[in-house]
């Protein structure tokens, strides 16, 4: 559900304020450990980096505004479509799809950690893990998006969407005029990582894009 804009301070374990150092710290540990085989989290990191990636979601962008029908068994529920095309597992056992509007701009944070759905995207970038973000998007979300690029008119609300352990959520852009003759392949080479964040819009094809 949204975010309700008030700010809360929660408990942080003590490790590293950078979410680099934190991954690293916990990483060591669980090594020594025993508990973790760095090749074989090396290779989980590979392909969820380079494999999946954010081009899950942006078939999934792409295919809502070229299928009606598709669009909107996804709003309505999203989890047994996304279960047939394989974008399920780990991270992402419950997506809740969230459109923009001319009327509305969604964004996600996940102000406890970084839930993020992974399936969808991929690893979540370093700013999105960032304790600014977290903290900053909620109570100013404008002024965050707007270092983001983001001009949003006054007349159009900000939605600013929690994840947490349970819910993940995917934001579907706006698509762009003089997308019209498109298909869907192509359209998906549009539609960006922080777009489905919500920290980005999808721009215009060029003519090479569109060609």
């Given amino acids: 559900m949204p975010h309700d804009h008030h700010d809360h301070d929660h408990p942080h374990a003590l490790l590293p304020p950078e979410p680099a150092l934190r991954v690293k710290a916990l ?26 990636g954010p081009q899950n979601g942006a078939k999934v962008v792409a295919r ?19 279960e047939e095309l394989g974008f399920y597992g780990r991270q992402g056992e419950h997506i809740v799809i969230v459109e923009n509007t001319d009327d509305v701009h969604n964004v ?3 102000t406890l950690c970084s839930c993020y759905p992974w399936p969808l995207l991929g690893i979540p970038p370093g700013w999105y893990k960032s304790d600014a973000y977290r903290a ?24 600013v969407w929690d ?12 698509r762009p005029a003089g997308t019209d003759g498109m298909d869907e392949e192509a359209l998906a080479k549009l539609v960006t990582r922080d777009s489905m964040v919500g920290t980005g819009i999808v721009q215009a094809p060029t003519q090479d894009s569109a060609s």
């Fill in 108 to 110: 996600v944070v996940c």
């Fill in 163 to 174: 994840s947490t352990a349970e819910v993940r959520y995917l934001v579907v852009p706006q």
């Fill in 64 to 82: 809502m505004w070229s299928d009606p029908a598709f669009r909107e068994a996804m709003l309505t529920d999203p989890m047994p479509l996304l």
């Fill in 27 to 52: 990483e060591t540990i669980l090594t020594d450990k025993g508990l973790v085989d760095p090749a074989a989290l090396d290779e989980i990191i590979d392909t969820y980096q380079n494999k999946i």
């Fill in 136 to 159: 900053r998007v909620v109570r100013e979300p404008r002024k965050v998006l707007a270092e983001f690029g983001l001009d949003i008119p006054e007349d159009t609300s900000v939605r």
